[in-house]
């Protein structure tokens, strides 16, 4: 393989903007954002979205490059950040390819399997049925529907339930029938490094960065675009707190600590994910020299 794509990843607020940066200027190469957030262009402050300085450093792809009015998913990333990296790849042999997002950086690196496009009107009817009457409906149906991922599935993950029965009812098949883990063959190779720290430190960085999101405004953010909430754009963390806030559920001072508590519990999530990834290589977010080094040694080896 004379082509590279390094992968740098981890938890929320660990430090992968300055990595990537630092690392793709070494490489005199190009960035491509993998945050599934990031990517729209009404939200920023509360998606960590990289300094005006950081993106005039290096060129950045996929960051505020779409609406959050537009149907996006990991499928049809995965077709647009391969058509953006055959581009990129003409030009260099190295790209850096940067985020959280556990399954936009799993669509590039191995794809994913195609699902049908939902229709917007079952899936609300579903989220209507959810609401009114609760999981265990919806459980059932599943487990009459498609038994094999019914066995397999968090039960009190509501969203994957939902979407599974979203597959079944509109196709008439099987969610699991389209979970056929694909593994694509990629035209370059796929360096990955993990970051990671101290919990303590961890925990200490994402309630430093929801402070500095509220003091830059996250709420004002989170209220232009609050007629909007329904939007499964908007069903992320920072926003979802907020517009309990703005219904009179929760107070402002809550609001804040559940931010920093459903940041600090997907951190958890996304470190369960990565650390079963075998390819992933593990560095403290300072070591950039050390990093820098490794990928250099990585890429002469292939």
Partial sequence: MTKHLIIITGPTAIGKTRVAIETAKFFNTEIVSADSRQIYRELSIGTAVPSQAELNSITHHFIRSHSIHD????????????ELLEKLFRKYNTVVLTGGSMLYIDAVCKGIDIMPDVDPELRQNLKTSLKENGIEGLRFQLKQLDPAYYNQVDLKNPARIVHALEICLMTGKPYSSFRTSPSKERPFSVIKIGLDC??????????????????????????????????????????????????????????IELIKRNSRRYARKQLTWFRKDSEMNWFQPHDLEKIIKFIKNKIEKK
């Fill in 198 to 255: 101290d919990r303590v430190e961890l925990h200490q960085r994402i309630n430093q960065r929801v402070d500095k999101m509220i003091e830059a405004g996250l709420e004002e953010e989170a209220r232009s675009v609050y007629p909007f909430k329904h939007l499964n754009s908007l069903n992320t963390v920072g926003y979802r707190e907020f517009f309990a806030h703005f219904n009179g559920e929760i107070s402002k001072e809550k609001t």
């Fill in 71 to 82: 149907a996006y998913n990991a499928s049809r990333y995965e077709s647009e950040a391969m």
